[in-house]
């Protein structure tokens, strides 16, 4: 059937009118007939001949395939209803907006959280520097506890004074390290010459150890300096510095009070309306905020300035009695008073080859 098919459209001529319309053919019928029949029912292979030439060929192009053999191609509708792909698809998407958007809603969280923040730094950096301006320019008022600042200002005073004396017994102990390596020096020299000149020999012996005696004596002097420089040290650039430290932020939290408590005035001498209201109510939320902070920090100071005079005196007592009887001991000669000073403040001199402290030491 599929032969008689092929030939009829192989060897169909199709008429053209005048009009340039086809014309109808007798066989239209029976060749539509037989294309909706292929159509339906499909092509049987084991009648189906593969023409191997073109048209109006020989019957010895003609292969026939009745011989080939395989299962048959079958078209299953039900196939495509069991995988289900557009759910799939559509959890894929919704997931991917809803991770899109949470973190597009962190991004600008932070934004917006480092956008306030900015605004009221920016604010209070302009009401602090306008109350710093209007006390400079004596337009302005500002908070005074006299007492306190009596105190500070001596704090200020005394640590001024007591850099200088700790300039100064650095220097005493540089100048006094080098004599006491030239006195060694000295006395390894008049030791060598004892041996090499024996008409002098006597001279440069109790030369020699004079000269080995100050040193030791010397060194023991440095050891005593050194924990008086030490403690000096500490007491100036620690211990004091650290009130100086408090005593910054106590002032800084004065000018931000002073600056909060002229914007409420500000605010309290306008107009009385509903917008103004609420500006007055939250200046008085933050006028009493810098209070609370300011009143806290002088609270601080006053008791670190207290501590800081007790430890003062306390040190001070402690270090100036060393000095004395070291420095009394050393130029007096007096070798056992010496030692016995550098005991009493439970001083330890290092060995001679010593400078570092040992892996134990510094655990």
């Known amino acids: 059937m599929t032969d008689s098919i092929m030939s009829k459209a192989a060897t169909m001529e199709i008429p053209i009118n005048s009009n340039g319309d086809t014309g109808t053919l007798p066989e ?36 026939p395939t009745s011989s080939i053999k395989g299962p048959a191609v079958r078209y299953n509708a039900e196939f495509n209803k069991r995988i289900q792909v557009s759910g799939l698809g559509s959890n894929m998407h919704h997931s991917s907006s809803s991770s899109s958007m949470t973190a597009e809603e962190t991004t600008r969280g932070v934004a917006v959280e480092k ?61 006094f390290y080098n004599m006491v390596q030239t006195q060694h020096a000295l006395g390894d020299t ?48 620690k211990t004091m510095e650290d009130t100086l ?67 003062k005196v306390k040190v001070m007592h402690k270090q100036l009695l060393l000095f004395h009887n070291a420095i009394s001991a050393y130029f007096a000669g007096n070798q056992q008073q010496l030692e016995q000073t550098l005991k009493q403040f439970n001083i330890k001199l290092r060995p001679p080859g010593a400078d570092k402290p040992s892996w134990l030491e510094e655990q």
Request: aromatic share 8%; charged share 30%; proline share 1%.
């Open 28 to 63: 239209d019928d029976s060749l539509e007939q037989d294309l909706q029949q292929v159509m339906v029912s499909g092509p049987n292979l084991n009648e189906t001949s593969i023409v191997s030439g073109g048209y109006g060929g020989t019957a010895e192009g003609i292969i």
């Open 115 to 175: 956008l306030e923040t900015m605004k009221k730094w920016g604010l209070n950096t302009y009401k602090c520097t306008k109350q710093m301006i209007s006390e400079r320019f004596g337009r302005g008022s500002r908070t005074v506890d006299l007492e306190l600042e009596a105190q500070i200002e001596v704090l200020r005073d005394t640590k001024r004074k007591y850099e200088n004396v700790l300039r100064l017994a650095r220097a005493l102990t540089n100048h």
């Open 190 to 237: 008049f030791a060598d010459l004892s041996q090499k000149s024996p008409e002098l020999r006597d001279e440069f012996g109790y030369n020699a150890e004079t000269q080995k005696l100050l040193c030791k004596n010397g060194e023991t002097l440095l050891g005593a300096i050194n924990f008086f420089v030490s403690s000096i040290n500490t007491l100036v650039n």
């Open 245 to 311: 430290m408090t005593i910054k932020m106590y002032e800084n939290a004065r000018l931000e009070f002073d600056a909060y408590r002229s914007d409420l005035e500000e605010l309290s001498m306008g107009p009385r309306d509903a917008v103004a209201m609420a500006r007055i109510e939250a200046a008085q939320q933050q006028y009493q905020v810098q209070k609370d902070k300011y009143e806290r920090l002088r609270s601080d100071v006053t008791i670190k300035l207290k501590f800081l005079e007790e430890n």
